[in-house]
């Protein structure tokens, strides 16, 4: 399976931007790229998924690399509630195994009032 | 929220009995999973299906087995609880391979 590496940890002041990078070097052409991030005592939530262009909605942005050898999750103005572990997911198209939602360790975003 | 209720939410059971844990979805999506969470491991997959009657293992699936027979509910079983199991157990389901996934609440499950 493909793998990504994210920083282990990042900090934030509140409304200001956040910037989360993931590497995935080793991406496929039809892997997919989603990021998910997990608040305190609660499931894994949904932000953003992306193929090849940057996408935007109502959470977050996403900023693929040209190569797709990386990506960027884009918190515009970063609040209190913001505050989780986020994780950056490659996902296969279709067949094999990659549709397993592997996660990895993921970056621990903390935001500062 | 999307339609995903896990049951029980909580439980404590004695080693080396059997244990169920229930995801039922309103979603009619295909793909469902369940995952352990323990602290230093982040989230492990167990088990996943792909459509009803249609599973695979994970990367943990020692001691669990798994069924589907329709497609609203994926049941996760211990058939005889260690202590080692005792874990936050989520259970998730999206409507295709690449699309987006949704997780329930989580069930706390403590083996004694």
């Given amino acids: 399976d493909a793998k990504t590496t994210q920083p282990n940890s990042m900090e934030s002041n509140e409304e200001e931007p956040v910037h989360l990078p993931c590497n995935h070097s080793t991406i496929s052409g039809t892997d997919y790229i989603h990021w998910y991030r997990q608040l305190p005592s609660q499931g894994p939530e949904y932000v953003i998924h992306g193929l090849t262009s940057n996408v935007n909605n109502r959470m977050a942005s996403l900023a693929i690399a040209e190569d797709r050898k990386s990506s960027t999750l884009i918190l515009h103005r970063a609040t209190l509630r913001d505050a989780a572990v986020y994780y950056c997911i490659l996902r296969g198209h279709s067949g094999g195994s990659n549709y397993k939602l592997t996660f990895g360790k993921g970056t621990l975003l903390t935001v500062n009032p | ?112």
């Fill in chain 2, 1 to 112: 929220d999307a339609g995903i209720t896990q049951s029980p939410r909580h439980k404590v059971t004695e080693t080396g009995t059997p244990v169920t844990l229930r995801c039922h979805q309103t979603e009619n999506h295909r793909y469902m999973y369940w995952y352990r969470q323990d602290p230093g491991h982040g989230l492990r997959l167990i088990h996943y299906s792909y459509g009803v009657k249609d599973t695979d293992k994970g990367e943990v699936s020692d001691g669990y087995s798994v069924s589907r027979s329709k497609t609203e509910d994926f049941l996760l079983t211990l058939e005889s609880a260690t202590s080692s199991q005792t874990s936050v157990y989520f259970c998730a389901i999206s409507v295709e391979v690449n699309t987006e996934a949704f997780f329930g609440q989580g069930t706390r499950l403590t083996v004694v």
